[in-house]
């Protein structure tokens, strides 16, 4: 899996703010490391210490220390908890057959409620608005097949922090298990979750429209991103949406796209990160209009 990094920050409790060590390796590793953690025996879960998968600075926030907006960037790894057991691991493999992943039990994990936690591994690093879209995207994708699944809605975002790792409380309900073959394919699973969380553009007519009729899609597409929500965490996917109508509803081409995007980049509440995107933009856009 090339040099792709894993790992995340460990805090030693939910309200410390400064981790006591910040893990990185690759994927082997980190799972070694993980099965390690698991093989402790716990009279508390307090004890266990919590993992958050991204890098924190401080710096960045004179509110926070270890907030979303403290996130520099989210480790190749995406954290989910289940709490009920209902969406078994075996229906989550079969869901997505060739994703790779760790399972392991919670300390609070039982034979009669089978609670656990999945380390699904990605094909690169995150910044923290991708983590949340893609999160929200595979537990709405399981929400799909089974409503009532388990999965804890309140930590889909790349703060956490998560338990790590030990025995359940409960003699022989302990398991971790290591599945699948590939790494979750981050610029595909972003595309797919910023569509399924915005309209979906109209395509590209395959005779370009005429030149006043595709300015005026583009002030439609541009009003759009203007008049959304541009708070914290809200506008990633709205960008994204912009560079994906102006490809293909608005037909324009690369260059357009790119130099519009560097434009409206101004709207965002955080423009650096929008600029950074605009080459994930394109990408997806030419994938997508492709």
Known sequence: MGKVIFGGSVFERKASTAP????TMDFDGFAEWLRAKHARRLSRKEQANLLSPSLFDPGLSSYTKRALRNVTKVFANILLDNDTGAFSIEQFAALFPTLKFVACNSFNTALAVPKYRLIIAADRVMTAEVYGLI????????????????????????VGPFFLPCQSKEDGSSFFLVRGDDPLDVSSWLRDAVMAEEEEPLPCSPARPPINDKQQRIQRVIAKWRNGDHTDGHDYSQFYALG?????????????????????????????????????????????VS
């Not at 006591?20 to 893990?23: A, F």
């Not at 999160?135 to 790349?158: E, M, S």
């Open 20 to 23: 006591v060590e910040v893990v």
């Open 244 to 288: 994906l109508s102006l490809m293909g509803f608005c037909c324009c081409d690369e260059s357009e796209v790119r130099s519009i995007l560097k434009a409206e980049a101004s709207y965002s509440h955080n423009p650096e990160n929008r600029l950074n995107q605009n080459k994930e933009v394109i990408r997806g856009a030419k994938e997508k």
């Open 135 to 158: 999160a929200r995207f595979i537990v709405a994708k399981i929400a799909g097949v089974c409503p009532d699944h388990g999965f804890d809605a309140t930590k889909l975002n790349a």
